[in-house]
Antibody, heavy 121, light 108 residues
Framework: QVQLQESGPGLVKPSQTLSLTCSVSGGSISSSTYFWSWIRQPAGKGLEWIGRIYTSGSTNYSPSLKSRVTISVDTSKNHFSLKLTSVTAADTAVYYC?????????????WGQGTLVTVSS | SYVLTQPPSVSVAPGETPTITCGGNNIGSKSVHWYQQKPGQAPVLVIYYDSDRPSGIPGRFSGSNSGNTATLTISRVEVGDEADYYCQVWESGGDHPVFGGGTKVTVL
């Protein structure tokens, strides 16, 4: 059974960089069958996709966040990471990592439990 | 960009069969996935590729997709099915996914 677990600071100051890691257990992150995504959800609101990474290192990002987002993968540690720069209060949300299966029409079949990140001074 | 439209809420009594719609331009030509999210929990995939169920998801959950509307149906709804439900597709070209705004299902 694949499990994903987000980790990182729960509080980030405005204008600083949000950094999160998603650790994958129960399966190899290196499998070419899957790719890996970050998704966030502000309190009381819907789901917003942030971006994805293939184990090759190839990435795609949300057009609205592209200028501030970097997603990377470390296959030796079986984890992938998110960096979001120049954060504001609007970036306060629960951040989820998820596994994607199914190529260009993929579903998110496994999710982490989510981690709340608050942007505040 | 592609837009998915869901009703904000649906209220039903236990044992009824609610349908949750997801509207989009020619959505029938896309693959639709559905997620259930209970309060304080991560989303769970309940239907993928329009109508397939992951292992462990009850047969009461079913999906269909045609024309401009995809539908999630919950047969004989239970109190435990109370949750937010989101539909999801990929933009043409598969560069990024789109989520519907979510439908809150309340079981009275």
């Amino acid at each position: 059974q694949v499990q994903l677990q987000e980790s990182g600071p729960g509080l980030v100051k405005p204008s600083q960089t949000l950094s999160l890691t998603c650790s994958v257990s129960g399966g190899s992150i290196s499998s070419s069958t899957y790719f890996w995504s970050w998704i966030r959800q502000p309190a009381g609101k819907g789901l917003e996709w942030i971006g994805r990474i293939y184990t090759s290192g190839s990435t795609n990002y949300s057009p609205s966040l592209k200028s501030r987002v970097t997603i990377s993968v470390d296959t030796s540690k079986n984890h992938f990471s998110l960096k979001l720069t120049s954060v504001t209060a609007a970036d306060t949300a629960v951040y989820y990592c998820a596994r994607c299966f199914g190529g260009s029409t993929a579903s998110f079949d496994y999710w982490g439990q989510g981690t709340l990140v608050t942007v505040s001074s | 960009s592609y837009v998915l439209t869901q009703p904000p809420s649906v209220s039903v009594a236990p044992g009824e069969t609610p349908t949750i719609t997801c509207g989009g331009n020619n959505i029938g030509s896309k693959s639709v996935h559905w997620y259930q999210q209970k309060p304080g929990q991560a989303p769970v995939l309940v239907i993928y590729y329009d109508s397939d169920r992951p292992s462990g998801i009850p047969g009461r959950f079913s999906g269909s997709n045609s024309g401009n509307t995809a539908t999630l149906t919950i047969s004989r709804v239970e109190v435990g099915d109370e949750a937010d439900y989101y539909c999801q597709v990929w933009e043409s070209g598969g560069d990024h996914p789109v989520f519907g705004g979510g439908t809150k299902v309340t079981v009275l």
